[in-house]
């Protein structure tokens, strides 16, 4: 599985981003879709999972009631909208396949990662 993260950008606190991560590969339906990133100087952390058939997600903490992570299967395609955006969203973002299809929250148990996408956010 190859993925391609996308969408990133500078915005405005308050403001919205939807990033897009593009997977190619017939077996994607059968993968978990995780979202993690990553800040200068910290370690890379967990932000949403969505499951292999959509019915199932986490999310964590400091995103909770902002981000909205969704996949469409006929597309290949996850997305992560992020909604009222802080500094501290400021991070290069990844998303990853975790070939189980259940919900996983550690980096090292996902098997393909794409390269990130930078997302930032201006007080």
């Known amino acids: 599985v190859q993925l391609q993260a996308s969408g990133g950008g500078l915005v405005q606190a308050g403001g919205s981003l939807r990033l897009s991560c593009a997977a190619s590969?017939?077996?994607?339906?059968?993968?978990?879709m995780g979202w993690f990133r990553q800040a200068p100087g910290r370690e890379r952390e967990l932000v949403a999972v969505?499951?292999?058939?959509?019915?199932?997600?986490y999310y964590a903490d400091p995103v909770k009631g902002r981000f909205t992570i969704s996949r469409d299967n006929a597309k290949n395609t996850v997305y992560l909208l992020m909604n009222s955006l802080k500094p501290e969203d400021t991070a290069v973002y990844y998303c990853?396949?975790?070939?189980?299809?259940?919900?996983?929250?550690?980096?090292?148990?996902?098997?393909?990662w794409g390269p990130g996408t930078q997302v930032t956010v201006s007080s």
């Open positions: 990853a396949a975790d070939s189980t299809g259940g919900i996983r929250t550690q980096s090292y148990e996902y098997d393909y």
């Open positions: 590969g017939r077996t994607f339906i059968s993968y978990a």
């Open positions: 969505i499951n292999w058939r959509g019915s199932s997600t």
